[in-house]
């Protein structure tokens, strides 16, 4: 997201934390492919589409509740990301029409915090 600059130096700080990022989720992503290769019989995972919620423990809801929770972590993500570039833009006097989304080093850009969410919330409407 666009929180570069709350680090203390950014120049270090991405390219190592994006490093660790990618290694972290490469070795979750690998583990369940190998933790199912080895524990699931062959004609689940050939015929089970939804193997991974139908082995869940304890109970087949948790993968539901899992995609649910990450889908909503995404979306709010991208609420805080999208209002962040908005105000770095009219910080950056990119276009004049958004100067009103300007901000102050270390305010939380609201204004366009409430108008991301309105053009989320029509979105889904």
Same mark, same amino acid.
């Given at each position: 997201?666009?929180?570069?600059?709350?680090?203390?130096?950014?120049?270090?700080?991405?390219?190592?934390?994006?490093?660790?990022?990618?290694i972290i989720s490469t070795v979750i992503?690998?583990?369940? =492919?190998i933790i199912f290769a080895c524990l /699931? =019989?062959?004609?689940?995972? !050939?015929?089970?589409?939804?193997? /991974?919620?139908?082995?869940?423990? =304890? &109970?087949?809801?948790?993968?539901v509740y899992g995609v649910i929770a990450?889908?909503?972590?995404? /979306?709010?993500?991208?609420?805080?990301?999208?209002?962040?570039?908005?105000?770095?833009?009219?910080?950056?006097?990119?276009?004049?029409? !958004?100067?009103?989304? &300007?901000?102050? =080093?270390?305010?939380?850009?609201?204004? &366009? !915090?409430?108008?991301?969410?309105?053009?989320? &919330?029509?979105?889904?409407?």
């Amino acid at each position: 997201s666009n929180r570069s600059a709350d680090l203390s130096d950014p120049e270090r700080d991405i390219p190592r934390g994006t490093f660790i990022a990618h290694i972290i989720s490469t070795v979750i992503y690998m583990t369940f =492919p190998i933790i199912f290769a080895c524990l /699931a =019989p062959r004609s689940s995972l !050939l015929n089970d589409r939804f193997f /991974a919620s139908t082995a869940a423990w =304890p &109970a087949p809801e948790i993968v539901v509740y899992g995609v649910i929770a990450s889908t909503i972590g995404a /979306a709010l993500t991208s609420l805080i990301s999208g209002s962040r570039l908005l105000a770095a833009i009219a910080n950056d006097k990119v276009l004049p029409i !958004l100067n009103t989304f &300007a901000v102050k =080093p270390g305010e939380e850009p609201k204004k &366009a !915090l409430l108008c991301v969410g309105i053009i989320c &919330a029509c979105a889904i409407c």
